[in-house]
């Protein structure tokens, strides 16, 4: 089984920085990509950040130049830098792998526990 486990998310005031990291662990063949996702309540939860095998990085318009997505694989773990927050930022931020058990198998999909970001104005 594979676990995901998110850390960083808090308080921080319009303006402010972030960084948010998850880390993968388990029986894992090969990492096919990561990602960071959000939600606020009543809404559907909304890709932020992907990042593929290859380092291929995709970002929602709404962050472009002011989040960074990167990863380290030799640690399984991917990480989002949040620069100049904004209000409109605030949510509860999700990781996401995309992964494949064994040398066989198709994608498999594991979200982390999820961590609240409040940013204040």
């Known amino acids: 089984q594979v676990q995901v486990v998110e850390s960083g998310g808090g308080l921080v005031q319009a303006g402010g920085s972030l960084r948010l990291s998850c880390t993968a662990s388990g029986t894992i063949f090969s990492i096919n990509g990561m990602g960071w996702y959000r939600q606020t309540p009543g809404k559907l939860r909304e890709s932020v950040a992907t990042i593929t095998r290859d380092e291929i990085t995709n970002y929602a318009d709404s962050v472009k130049g002011r989040f960074t997505i990167s990863a380290d694989k030799a640690k399984n773990t991917v990480y989002l830098q949040m620069n100049s927050l904004k209000p409109e930022d605030t949510a509860v931020y999700y990781c996401?792998?995309?992964?494949?058990?064994?040398?066989?198998?198709?994608?498999?999909?594991?979200w982390g526990q999820g961590t609240q970001v409040t940013v204040s104005s």
């Open positions: 996401q792998f995309d992964v494949r058990l064994r040398l066989w198998s198709g994608p498999s999909y594991y």
